[in-house]
């Protein structure tokens, strides 16, 4: 026990690539045997997580648990892990999301062993995001995780569906979403890669909390520029390489197509925890490392982030296809989160600005509760019927009364009902941009009917309406193992939407102490 | 007398190519046999040599020094420090790994052993060599044995032309850098080869700027410099699997070794003269490499001007001129060859079951080899500078050295280069993202069904030592950078500390 909690942090980060090693020796095809090892090994972050949870000090500031190694000694980079309550909610997201991501998998049939293996890749990749407080190895993990994304979409996402891409050529979509999705996102991390290499060289550390006291103390030229306008340009390398992760208004595009492509689970983190990484950055760099250019550029940030709120909507009531339904209203909830920072941004320290963020660091705990469970529904529907299309459902509520009710529950939590997790973390957002941003977070609130809108239509299409006779006796009812991934989703959007301290006070006090 | 571990790694090969000739031809087993077990005594010794290398007390180690011409000071002088024991290393895994993949070759596998360790020694000779005299002298050995290796036994479509230019490009450079040591021997005044007390010669500085682009680019040749690369991706795509993996895994970095032994560590105040403009050539190397790789439709021309992208970021690192970036050239030195080695490897194998190399006229391949679709993925990695592997504990050194580069006329500091480099990073990732899923992934074309199958354990064994030791630099960088590092204090020493 006593070492548990000495190397809590390292046993969270480095279990699932014990689990993938173990995963890979054994027997490949005995599928049911590496499903069950696979979904056991996955508990144990999640307990590991817990352990966390319940030895985290709520009334301690600054990190916690920190490790701190020697990794490469002439960059004067090291091994430093920690964890505030920004990044505690975010790893308990994550570890969380895993099994039951992988719960959802046991439908695979295809290559299981790799499948596995690559998952723990990514959760460990993930992890290491959450948990490094050392610039280099933070950029290593938030690197390391595209690899495994980029397999399973391109590998195990749907097999139907074509591109045309330039010249008239045809590939099949997966290939064109993997692709998409991988050089989208190396490319913007490239301006952060450049901006890491420049601040290290400037300052000659990448550790996290060192940085926040020196970087900021820098005064004078660099590079024969001012710091000043060297630090912008260092801001936006930072800002748009966050902004693609999370994905701001107008570096959105590769998403629906890498969501709608990926297998259930792939799509369940890539919503559930992946998009958090780049909101994550934001919150644990961006504003600590310039917050004078945060606050000068906010308003730039909170109108692409109004953007992202009502084009996400419209663009979510547009769609046809259930899954890129789903996948634009992503776009949407994380506009909130943005919006919430940038707020922040602009009126650091003031008690608006922690309500702000407060919402924000909620809305991606939120947003990752429930986009995963919407993905995980519109899984499970494309498993019986072979179609996303909105158009072929239709009535189905007779025949699958269990899945439409929970359908229907996870859409409201996704809307933001009262009495909902969703609408804690929206009502914190906006009550906290309000006197910051106002016109903007009016225009946010338009945005907002529009979610009404497309959920309503999407349970509308599947549930409601003429039954399509052509699913009478062709469509089974959710089963026990798809109702068990939900209800941890369920019961938890439920509590934190009627009893929400119990997650606040451990994201108040980093937030309090933070900003 | 201390064991004189360097000699017997040098010889060993040369030796071996012998004995091996002695044995009768159609004896193929144990003439393979005997070829791995001289590659194994050569990767054994050069492991201990590296592992026991002192980093604390520095400097060089396992030094033996006899008289070889007294009257013109020319002594065979050995010994390593941290800059070459990595690149011994990867001469003796590169050895081993080539061996073993060259299993298959069925043409006069005596002859063709024999010629690839008359190499290996010369290539151990040169990193090893603290004479400048004997490096010349091994340098030649290296060179002259590749052009039999890829005439006779290369691509019959290129392997004449290839040969040719390659041995002609190499022999031209060559001569220009020995008329440049030659001028620097006399100047001395000093009648010595020895370059450690070349070191200390205090040319002066007009001399050092005049003679170091003679020196430089003599042998930046051989590690690919542009606008004189033109010669290496022929040259890799026309030479026989084992002897490509040589080619740009071990004899690209000899070059690039060599214009640091010798250009930069000898005449330090002409390399702080020419670096800001030899960078924009090295830029082009990075950049254009990288475009030109990600245009070929040929998997072996794909790799082969990836090389030369790479390489350019090895001489980039060199011409930061500063601790970081030199570092980051060292261990790039290593990361590259190994993972070109591998890819090289890959190449032959898929080649070997396909009989084409043209990438859309392939595919499907992780099915019947899933194992080098795996090893390929990792190699992929590693170039493209995913981190957690090799590729980017190299990388990210060099361009923190960028970051921090003091040109000493020119540029006010290298930022843009280090911008400009960065687009290579995404252009090698579209390229690799490419072959992979080309060439490995998608449909098993319907004419290779039942005619392609696995490749052979040693080959299986080959490529996992290979990824293995990718992914153990770049998880755990502390086994190589301290004696990395303590290599390149000695060359800042040199260089005045900056």
């Known amino acids: ?515 | 007398m201390q064991f004189p571990i360097l000699s017997i790694i040098v010889f060993t090969p040369i030796i071996a190519g012998l004995l091996i000739l002695l044995i009768p031809a159609e004896r193929k087993t144990e003439i393979r046999m005997a070829a791995l077990a001289a590659g194994a005594i050569a990767m054994l010794l050069s492991l201990w040599a590296y592992f026991s290398y002192d980093i604390a007390v520095g400097g060089y180690q396992f030094i033996e020094k006899y008289s070889w011409l007294p009257a013109l000071g020319i002594s065979y002088q050995v010994g390593i420090d941290g800059m070459n024991a990595p690149l011994v290393l990867l001469t003796g895994i590169v050895m081993f790994t080539g061996v073993m993949i060259s299993w298959g070759i069925d043409d006069r596998p005596r002859e063709f052993f024999a010629f690839l360790f008359i190499l290996a020694t010369g290539v151990f000779g040169v990193f090893v060599s603290l004479d400048l005299f004997m490096l010349f002298f091994f340098y030649e050995i290296a060179v002259f044995p590749m052009y039999l290796l890829i005439s006779i036994w290369g691509w019959k479509v290129t392997r004449e032309y290839a040969a040719m230019k390659l041995t002609l490009y190499l022999f031209i450079g060559s001569v220009v850098a020995l008329v440049g040591a030659l001028v620097m021997y006399f100047t001395s005044g000093m009648g010595t080869f020895d370059m450690l007390a070349l070191e200390n010669a205090n040319f002066s500085v007009t001399f050092q700027r005049i003679v170091f682009p003679f020196v430089f680019f003599g042998f930046a040749v051989l590690g690919g410099i542009f606008p004189f690369h033109n010669w290496s991706p022929d040259g890799h795509v026309a030479a026989p699997t084992a002897v490509s993996m040589f080619h740009a895994g071990v004899l690209m970095k000899l070059g690039a070794f060599a214009a640091l032994r010798v250009g930069i560590m000898l005449l330090p105040e002409g390399a702080k003269f020419h670096m800001p403009w030899i960078i924009v050539l090295t830029l082009v190397n990075v950049v254009y490499g990288a475009f030109i790789a990600s245009v070929q439709t040929d998997f072996k021309y794909v790799i082969g001007f990836s090389s030369v992208s790479h390489m350019g970021l090895v001489s980039m690192g060199f011409a930061t001129l500063n601790s970081t970036g030199m570092l980051g050239a060292g261990l790039q030195m290593l990361s590259h060859g190994v993972m070109t080695a591998l890819f090289f490897a890959v190449v032959g194998m898929v080649y070997d079951q396909a009989h084409t190399r043209e990438i859309p006229s392939l595919g499907g391949f992780r099915k019947v080899m899933p194992l080098v679709a795996i090893a390929f993925i990792i190699g992929g990695l590693v170039s493209m500078g995913m981190p957690g592997f090799s590729g980017f504990i190299a990388e990210f050194p060099i361009f923190v050295g960028l970051w921090n580069g003091q040109p000493a006329w020119l540029w006010n500091g290298y930022a843009w280069v280090a911008i400009i480099a960065a687009i290579s990073i995404v252009i090698t990732a579209s390229y690799i993202i490419r072959i992979i899923s080309r060439v490995f992934f998608g449909q098993l074309p319907s004419e290779f069904e039942g005619h392609v199958h696995d490749v052979a354990t040693l080959d299986k064994v080959a490529l996992v030592f290979l990824s293995a030791i990718m992914i153990i630099m770049g998880v755990y960088p502390s086994i190589i950078v301290p004696l990395v590092q303590s290599g390149v204090d000695h060359v800042m020493r040199l260089l005045g500390g900056a």
Not at chain 1, 66 to 84: C, I, M, P, R, T
Not at chain 1, 172 to 197: C, D, E, H, N, W
């Open chain 1, 1 to 515: 026990m006593e070492f548990i909690l000495n190397n809590l942090l390292t046993l969270i980060l480095f279990t699932p690539l014990l689990a993938a090693v173990i995963l890979l020796f054994l027997p490949s095809d005995q599928d049911r045997l590496i499903r069950w090892v696979a979904f056991v090994l996955s508990l144990i972050p999640f307990i590991l997580t817990l352990i966390l949870w319940f030895e985290f000090d709520q009334t301690l500031p600054g990190f916690q648990f920190e490790q701190k190694k020697v990794w490469y000694s002439a960059l004067n980079s090291s091994f430093h892990l920690g964890v505030d309550g920004i990044s505690l909610t975010m790893v308990l997201l994550t570890t969380l999301l895993t099994p039951l991501a992988i719960l959802a998998s046991f439908s695979i049939h295809d290559r299981i062993k790799a499948y596995m293996v690559l998952f723990f890749l990514l959760e460990m990749g993930m992890l290491g995001v959450f948990l490094m407080l050392d610039l280099l190895l933070f950029f290593v993990f938030w690197e390391f995780g595209l690899v495994p994304m980029y397999f399973l979409i391109n590998q195990w996402g749907s097999e139907k569906g074509e591109r045309e891409v330039w010249k008239g050529k045809v590939i099949p979509a997966r290939t064109y979403a993997s692709v998409k999705f991988m050089i989208y996102t190396m490319a913007g991390s490239l301006g952060l890669l450049l901006a890491i290499q420049m601040i290290g060289a400037v300052s000659g550390t990448f550790d996290i909390p060192e940085l926040f006291v020196s970087w900021n103390s820098l005064s004078g030229t660099l590079f024969g520029l001012p710091v000043s306008v060297v630090k912008s340009i260092a801001f936006w390398a930072f800002a748009i390489a966050f902004a693609i992760k999370v994905p701001v208004w107008p570096f959105h595009t590769w998403l629906p197509d890498a969501h709608t492509e990926a297998p259930t689970a792939g799509s369940m983190i890539l919503a559930g925890v992946l998009l958090k990484l780049g909101a994550y950055g934001f919150l644990r760099l961006v504003l600590p490392l310039y917050p004078d250019e945060a606050k000068y550029f906010a308003g730039a940030l909170a109108f692409l982030a109004v953007m992202a709120i009502i084009f996400g909507a419209l663009a979510s009531f547009g769609q046809d296809d259930f899954k890129r339904l789903v996948a634009y209203s992503s776009v949407n909830h994380m506009g909130f989160v943005v919006l919430g920072i940038a707020a922040a941004a602009f009126a650091y320290g003031t008690q608006d600005a922690h309500i702000a963020l407060n919402g924000a660091v909620l809305q991606m705990f939120n947003h990752g509760l429930s986009a995963a469970g919407m993905f995980f529904l519109v899984g499970v529907i494309y498993e019986r019927t072979h179609t996303r299309n909105l158009n072929d459902y239709g009535g189905l509520f007779p025949l699958i009364p269990v899945y439409g009710g929970i359908l229907i529950f996870t859409s409201m939590a996704s809307l933001g009902l009262p009495g909902l997790n969703g609408f804690i973390s929206e009502f914190l957002v906006v009550r906290g941009s309000w006197p910051i941003f106002t016109i903007f977070t009016a225009l946010a609130m338009i945005g907002l009917f529009f979610t009404g809108a497309y959920i309503l239509k999407g349970i509308k299409q599947v549930l409601h309406g003429p039954l399509n006779e052509h699913w009478v006796g062709h469509l089974s009812e959710i089963n026990a193992r798809e109702i068990f991934v939900m209800v941890p989703l369920i019961v938890l959007m439920l509590w934190i939407g009627i009893w929400p301290s119990w997650i606040l006070s451990v994201i108040n006090n980093a937030v309090a102490m933070w900003f």
